[in-house]
């Protein structure tokens, strides 16, 4: 594993977010790929969440539910260190 990099879970996403897996399906992909990778898998999520193209189309409000549902799942996953102390990564605020 890289640096960053965490053996977490993926969700079962076709389970989670089942219109999103029939729809774009490419992006279940990518979400499967970079689900271990923090600084990776939250840009990519931002990345789904903020037009920075300017098209502003955007997803229909049940694919965005299912964007926003896994996005939590993504924070959970990775909001606490490798110990499973959440002030692992946040020494320097101690």
């Known amino acids: 594993m890289d640096d960053g990099e965490r053996a977490v879970q993926a969700p079962a996403f076709e389970q989670e977010a089942p219109g999103l ?3 774009f399906p490419h992006i279940i992909d ?3 790929a970079l689900w271990g990778k923090p600084a990776e898998g939250g840009m990519f ?3 789904l ?3 920075e ?3 502003g189309e955007g997803f229909p409000a049940p694919i965005l539910f299912e964007i ?3 996005n939590e799942l993504f924070k959970a996953a990775h909001q606490a260190g490798p110990g499973g102390d959440v ?3 946040h ?3 101690l």
């Open 68 to 70: 926003l549902h896994l």
């Open 30 to 32: 990518r979400l499967r």
């Open 21 to 23: 897996a029939a729809r």
């Open 87 to 89: 002030w692992t990564d």
């Open 91 to 93: 020494e320097s605020v």
């Open 49 to 51: 969440l903020v037009d």
């Open 45 to 47: 999520f931002d990345s």
């Open 53 to 55: 193209r300017g098209h």
